[in-house]
């Protein structure tokens, strides 16, 4: 048995379509067109990466897409400034700061300033607590874009066991509230879990959001378990790895997300999705 693919990049292709449709519907009845603020503070060379892939994404579905890029220096205070003129725009449809931030910035009270309904990462307290209570207005973009790679191949997962490995507030802790909404039975691992392979070896679905190459191997998959790869690890030898070894699992697993072209490009393609409901949002 070998795994069926998982194509985030022909998922994202899709997803961005539609979001282009709606882009358009949008502008003719707003008179102006959806529109996405990215802050970035430094000069972090995978950040600067991230940033320009967000920006042009956003302009070919059709949103508008500003980049404010700040100098490393800039001080916590002007950073909360800056946010404040946004979150009063009323063109602002979406504001995300890159992350990680300089050190001598807090990236929480950060995340806190920004409007919670223009918080299009998701990252908010509020909009946290939303997504744990069962009415989320924004889902983080990596776990969203994971239950539409999940639902693309139609995997069962009401009474599914999903083993999420990694625990950050921006992937792992969010993928298990939706998970468990969508009425799996949850185990989520982090670097303090006893023997993991005896967890992971139980998981109908296996989500791997860790950031350690090739931590997930053939031994620790069920065979015929759903495996989605979120890390995302550079090499030594400059090539891009993920947390599953790949090839090892391939053969094991049911289905499988590569890297890259996995959930990397869904991420980008639910920031786009997430502007376009907070855009409407505000029309209504
Ligand atoms: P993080 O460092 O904030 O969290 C990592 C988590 O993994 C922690 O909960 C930690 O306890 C756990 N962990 C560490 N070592 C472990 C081990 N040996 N066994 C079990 N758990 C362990 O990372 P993050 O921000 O959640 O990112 C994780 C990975 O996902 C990184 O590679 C990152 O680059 C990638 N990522 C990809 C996307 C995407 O769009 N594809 C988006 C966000 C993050």
């Not at 807090?106 to 919670?116: L, Y």
Request: hydrophobic share 45%.
């Amino acid at each position: 048995m070998t795994a069926q693919l998982i194509d985030g990049l022909a998922l994202a292709q899709k997803t961005r379509a539609q979001v282009a449709q709606r882009a358009a519907a949008f502008e003719q009845k707003a008179g102006r067109k959806a529109g996405l603020t990215v802050i970035l503070v430094g000069e972090n060379p995978a950040s600067q990466v991230y940033v320009r892939n967000k920006v042009k994404a956003c302009e070919a579905a059709g949103l508008k897409s500003e980049l404010i890029v700040l100098p490393a220096e800039t001080s916590q205070a002007a950073l909360l400034t800056k946010i404040d003129q946004l979150n009063a725009d009323t063109s602002v449809d979406g504001i995300l700061v890159q992350l990680p931030l300089p050190p001598q910035i807090d990236s929480h009270r950060v995340i806190e300033a920004i409007a919670a309904d223009k918080d299009v990462d998701g990252f908010h307290v509020a909009n946290a607590g939303a997504l744990m209570t069962g009415a989320p207005q924004f889902r983080p973009c990596t776990p969203y874009g994971v239950m539409k790679m999940l639902e693309s191949i139609e995997t069962p997962i009401r009474g599914a066991h999903a083993v999420i490995v990694g625990a950050s507030n921006i992937v792992g802790k969010p993928m298990a509230m939706l998970l468990l909404a969508a009425g799996a039975t949850i185990t989520l691992c982090n670097s303090k879990t006893r023997d993991l392979p005896a967890m992971t070896r139980q998981a109908d679905i296996l989500v791997a959001a860790v950031g350690r190459p090739k931590l997930i191997t053939a031994s620790m998959v069920k065979p015929g378990a759903v495996v989605i790869d979120v890390g995302i690890n550079r090499l030594d030898d400059g090539k891009l790895a993920g947390d599953v070894d790949f090839e090892s699992v391939k053969p094991v697993a049911g289905a499988i997300t590569p890297v890259p072209g996995g959930v990397g490009p869904m991420t980008i393609a639910m920031l786009l999705v997430n502007t376009m409901e907070s855009a409407e949002r505000r029309l209504v």
